[in-house]
């Protein structure tokens, strides 16, 4: 599919591989909705890339750690009038250390961001997609999906849910809507 044209959300755009992921994205010609809690760096990636690259870029701030957050972006989108073809989940947080020593609070927030929000969003992008059938979601895993992580022992059970539940929607959303697990290693 060729993004030019098409609107592509990037989620966790407000620094790290999220940012790349909308610079390539841009580069390519896809318009772009940039979202994460930080809008200040957002405005200013926002702003370079539509000098850069004549593209249209949206940002909309968004607590993905909330409840219906997913739904809450969708909706504020579709007043927009935005149809997105391409999906980046790529808003994801760890937490590490000794499991039992971590805040209730933050361990819920984790598993809210890394798996619920990222599920929800897959469905209210995908669902559209699928109708269409035209779309592309990227879900970013990490190695740690491959093998038990100690000290690092929510966010590596996270990610393996994201690697199985990728590998599962590409073949049942496929060939139309492709689903792609990007799983990195270690990035300083
Ligand atoms: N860095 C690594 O070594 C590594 C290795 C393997 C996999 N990964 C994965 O790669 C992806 C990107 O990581 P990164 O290294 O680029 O991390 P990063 O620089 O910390 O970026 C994380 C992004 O997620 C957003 N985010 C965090 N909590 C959020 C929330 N509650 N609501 C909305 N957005 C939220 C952050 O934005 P705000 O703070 O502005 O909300 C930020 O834009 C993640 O899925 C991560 O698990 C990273």
New binding site residues.
């Given amino acids: 599919m060729d993004p030019k044209g098409s609107w592509a959300v990037v989620?966790?755009?407000?620094?790290?591989?999220?940012?790349?992921f909308a610079r390539a994205l841009a580069a390519m010609g896809a318009n772009l909705v940039l979202?994460?809690?930080?809008e200040a760096?957002?405005q200013g990636l926002a702003e370079d890339l539509r000098g850069r690259h004549g593209v249209e870029v949206v940002v909309e701030a968004?607590?993905?750690?909330?409840a219906d957050?997913a739904v809450a972006l969708r909706d504020r989108l579709e007043r927009r009038g935005i149809e997105p073809d391409i999906l980046v989940?790529?808003?994801?947080?760890?937490l590490a250390g000794a499991f039992i020593e971590q805040e209730p609070a933050r361990l819920r927030?984790l598993l809210?961001?890394?798996i619920v929000?990222t599920t929800e969003l897959t469905h209210v992008f995908g669902q559209p997609m699928a109708r269409r059938g035209r779309g592309r979601i990227l879900l970013?895993?990490?190695?740690?999906a491959f093998q038990p992580t100690p000290l690092l022992a929510a966010?590596g059970a996270a990610?393996a849910y994201i690697l199985s539940f990728g590998e599962a929607l590409n073949l049942e959303l496929g060939p139309e809507v492709g689903v792609t697990v990007?799983?990195?290693?270690?990035?300083?």
């Fill in positions: 989620t966790g755009a407000s620094s790290g591989l999220g940012v790349e979202t994460a809690r930080r760096p957002m968004v607590d993905l750690s909330e957050s989940n790529n808003a994801a947080f760890g927030a809210q961001v890394d929000s970013v895993a990490s190695l740690a966010y990610k990007l799983s990195p290693g270690l990035m300083l």
